[in-house]
C-alpha cells in the first residue's frame, strides 16, 4: 500500500477552517494558534511525529474524558496525522483492555467504525510505577522508537492523584524530554490543598519546566459560555458603559449538581465543596467576568489582566459564607433518601460542606461595593451553571414600582443561552408591565451544531501552544490567598455546616446572604427558553 502524502500547512488549515465553520465557533484564533506553531515546519504530519502520553491510563479520568477526547479529535481529523498514543500506568494492561474499559464513553457512530479501528492502532501501553526512574527510562525508549525525521514533539497529561505529581514530572525531567523537539506537560487540579501546597508544587514545576511547557487545565474554561464572556464583553459597545460599580448591583455565578457523591464521598470529603468547584470553576469565571479589557487576545496579556484581578480581591472571611451539608429528603426516592453521611465512604460525623455560598468583594475601582456571589452545591433541585448579572433598580421609576431588575445572564450549562431580562408593555389596550427577555438559547440559534467538549478545546490548544485557558502559576497563587484562610480555619474549627434537603435550592441561609449583599429575588419571572423559575 502507498503511503500516505503528508498533509501541509495549507491543506490543515483549509480543513481547520471547514471543521470550525461546522461547528458555528470563529475559526480565526485557532487557526492563527496553528500558524504559529506552524512556523518553520515544511510539512505538519508524518515528517513531525507527536506523541500523547496519558499518565494514569487505567484511571477513571483517562478512561472517561482524556481516550474520549483524543479520539474524538483524531476523528475530526483535528491532530496531526503522526499522532500516536501511549497509556501509562502500573496495571499490566493490553491495549484492548484499555480499550475496552473506554469503550462506552467514546461515542462511537455507526460510520466511524473504520476510524475508530484506526484510533486503536496507534495507540500503546508501557506499564511502570510512577516513582521509578528505570520505568521511565523504558517509556523513553518506546516514546524515542516512534520519532523519526528530523523534529518530534511530546505531551504529557497528568491523569493522576495530586500525590504523585511531584515524582512523576522529577522522571519526566529526568529521562522522558523531547530532544527533537517540545516537551509539554498538562497538570490536572486540584492545584494543592492551600497556599502553602500550591507554592511547594509550583516551585517544583518551575524548577523543571518553564512556564510555557506547563499547562494547568480547568476545563470550565473550555466550556462555550465560559469563553463566550470575552467576547460578550470586549466585541460588543453596548455592555462596555455599563459593566461597572455604577449599574451593576451584584454579580452571581452559580453552579449546581442534582445528585450527591454516589459512592465517591470519600474522595470528595478529602475536599470539600469550596476546593472542588469554588476556588477554581467559579472563581475563573469570576476573573473573565470582572476582569479589565486586555491590550490583545495573547495568552499572557489575558492573564495579566485575570491576575490583576485577583490581587484586587480581599481575602475572604466567614461572615460572608454559608457552608451546607445535605441531608436525605424521607420524601424522595431512590438515592434522595440519602444524606451526605448516609455515604458508607464518608467518615462518620464529618463536617465537609457539600454546599458553600461566597461572598467575594473586588477592591478596585470598576467593582468597588459590588458583591461577586458564589454559590455551589451537591444534591440540589437542578443541573445549572450560569453567570447573572443583576443591574441596579431604575432611578426616578415612574411606573409606580412596576419595574424589576434587568438581568444579564450567561447560561454555561445545561443548554447553553445568553439572555437579557427586561421590562416591556404587556400587549393589549393597558398600560401594564411585564417581565420578558431578550434570548439566545443556542439549541433555537444554533441547531444541528455541534459544540466541541471542554476537554477538546483545551488539549487542541495544548497542541498548539496556546495557553489562553490556562492557569499561570501567579494567579494559581493569588486565587489560594483569597481562599486559604478561610480553609484553614473551617479545618481548624469544624464548624457544622446547615442541613439542607436533597432536591432543594439549598439552605435558607444562603438566600439570606444573597438578600443581604444586594440581590434582589422575586420569583416572578420564568425565562422561557428552558421553562426554569430563575
Known amino acids: 500500500m502507498a503511503e500516505t502524502r503528508p498533509e501541509t500547512s495549507k491543506e490543515l488549515t483549509k480543513r481547520l477552517r471547514k471543521f470550525w465553520e461546522e461547528v458555528a465557533m470563529t475559526p480565526e484564533s485557532t487557526l492563527e494558534i496553528f500558524r504559529e506553531s506552524l512556523a518553520g515546519e515544511k510539512e505538519f504530519g508524518r515528517t513531525v511525529p507527536h506523541v500523547f502520553v496519558i499518565l494514569g491510563a487505567s484511571g477513571d479520568l483517562a478512561k472517561k474524558k482524556i481516550y474520549p477526547t483524543i479520539w474524538w479529535l483524531y476523528r475530526d481529523k483535528l491532530l496531526p496525522e503522526n499522532t500516536v498514543v501511549i497509556g501509562y500506568a502500573r496495571s499490566k494492561l493490553q491495549v484492548k483492555e484499555i480499550r475496552d474499559k473506554c469503550h462506552q464513553y467514546m461515542k462511537v457512530r455507526p460510520d466511524d467504525e473504520e476510524r475508530y479501528e484506526a484510533f486503536w492502532k496507534v495507540n500503546q501501553y508501557v506499564a511502570g510505577g510512577y516513582d521509578d526512574p528505570a520505568a521511565f527510562a523504558g517509556l523513553d525508549s518506546a516514546i524515542s522508537a516512534l520519532e523519526t525525521g528530523p523534529a518530534a514533539n511530546r505531551l504529557f497529561y497528568l491523569a493522576l492523584p495530586p500525590s504523585v505529581f511531584q515524582p512523576v514530572t522529577s522522571n519526566i525531567k529526568a529521562k522522558c524530554m523531547g530532544k527533537k ?149 424521607p420524601q424522595g ?72 431588575r434587568n438581568e444579564l445572564v450567561m447560561r454555561v450549562q445545561p443548554g447553553e443561552a445568553v439572555y437579557i431580562k427586561m421590562m416591556t408593555k404587556k400587549p393589549g ?19 444541528n451544531v455541534k459544540l466541541p467538549d471542554a476537554y477538546e478545546r483545551l488539549i487542541l490548544d495544548v497542541f498548539c501552544g496556546s495557553q489562553m485557558h490556562f492557569v499561570r502559576s501567579d494567579e494559581l497563587a493569588e486565587a489560594w490567598r483569597i481562599f486559604t484562610p478561610l480553609l484553614h480555619k473551617i479545618e481548624n474549627e ?40 430563575l
Open 429 to 447: 389596550m393597558t398600560f401594564d408591565m411585564e417581565e420578558t427577555e431578550l434570548d439566545l438559547t443556542y439549541g433555537a440559534r444554533y441547531k
Open 181 to 329: 523537539g517540545w516537551t509539554r506537560v498538562i497538570v490536572e487540579k486540584p492545584f494543592g490543598r492551600d497556599a502553602a501546597s500550591s507554592a511547594e508544587l509550583s516551585n517544583h514545576l518551575a524548577s523543571l519546566f518553564k512556564e510555557e511547557e506547563i499547562y494547568r487545565i480547568d476545563h470550565y474554561l473550555g466550556k462555550e459560555m465560559v469563553q463566550n464572556l470575552m467576547t460578550l464583553r470586549f466585541g460588543n459597545v453596548i455592555f462596555g458603559p455599563t459593566w461597572n460599580r455604577n449599574h451593576i448591583s451584584c454579580v452571581n455565578i452559580s453552579f449546581k449538581e442534582p445528585f450527591g457523591t454516589q459512592g465517591r464521598g470519600g474522595y470528595f470529603d478529602e475536599f470539600g465543596i469550596i476546593r472542588d468547584v469554588m476556588q477554581n470553576h467559579l472563581l475563573q469565571i469570576l476573573c473573565l467576568a470582572a476582569m479589565e479589557k486586555p491590550c490583545s487576545s495573547n495568552a499572557d496579556d489575558i492573564r495579566d489582566e485575570k491576575v490583576k484581578v485577583l490581587k484586587c480581591t480581599r481575602e475572604l472571611e466567614m461572615k460572608d459564607v454559608v457552608l451546607g451539608q445535605y441531608v436525605g429528603d
Open 494 to 533: 469544624k464548624p457544622a455546616p446547615v442541613q439542607y434537603k436533597y432536591g432543594s435550592r439549598g439552605p435558607k441561609e444562603a438566600d439570606d446572604l444573597s438578600a443581604r449583599m444586594g440581590f434582589k429575588y422575586t420569583g416572578t419571572y420564568q425565562w422561557k427558553g428552558d421553562k426554569a423559575n
Open 333 to 404: 426516592e431512590g438515592d434522595a433518601k440519602l444524606g451526605y453521611l448516609d455515604d458508607p465512604t464518608v467518615p462518620k460525623g464529618s463536617v465537609t460542606p457539600t454546599f458553600a455560598a461566597a461572598a467575594l468583594h473586588i477592591d478596585n475601582e470598576r467593582w468597588e461595593g459590588v458583591p461577586f456571589i458564589l454559590r455551589c452545591g451537591k444534591a440540589l433541585n437542578e443541573r445549572k451553571a450560569e453567570v447573572r448579572i443583576q443591574y441596579r433598580d431604575v432611578p426616578g421609576d415612574i411606573f409606580r414600582g412596576q419595574c424589576q
